[in-house]
């Protein structure tokens, strides 16, 4: 099982970025998809998550409203929109998946299959 995490880089307060994930050897479809964020120095924190088969979306009160996550089964790859990037949001970005209950899936420990990781850089 591999994820393939893309799409970070340096966008100006108030940009956009999409990230992206692909897996391998997984199918998508009957698992959650989460994105996790790391800054340095803090812990791994919860962004968005998608239930199975894309049923229902949740976000982090910090980025409801701005970010969007999406899935596309044909492709087995899960997506992040960010838009009105801010300061506050630069972090490396993580994709995971797994199945956890839903009570747990707020938390990075309820995740067996983690990406690599990639770097969001917000500054003017």
């Known amino acids: 099982v591999q994820l393939q995490a893309s799409g970070g880089g340096l966008v100006q307060p108030g940009g956009s970025l999409r990230l992206s994930c692909v897996a391998s050897?997984?199918?998508?479809?009957?698992?959650?998809m989460a994105w996790f964020r790391q800054a340095p120095g803090k812990e791994r924190e919860f962004v968005a998550l998608?239930?199975?088969?894309?049923?229902?979306?949740y976000y982090a009160d910090s980025v409801k409203g701005r970010f969007t996550i999406s899935i596309n089964n044909a492709k087995n790859a899960v997506y992040l929109q960010m838009n009105s990037l801010n300061p506050e949001d630069a972090a490396s970005y993580y994709c995971?998946?797994?199945?956890?209950?839903?009570?747990?899936?707020?938390?990075?420990?309820?995740?067996?299959?983690w990406g690599q990781g990639t770097l969001v850089t917000v500054s003017s």
């Open positions: 995971a998946t797994g199945t956890p209950i839903h009570s747990n899936s707020y938390f990075p420990s309820a995740y067996g299959y």
């Open positions: 050897g997984i199918s998508f479809s009957n698992r959650y």
């Open positions: 998608i239930t199975r088969f894309g049923v229902t979306t």
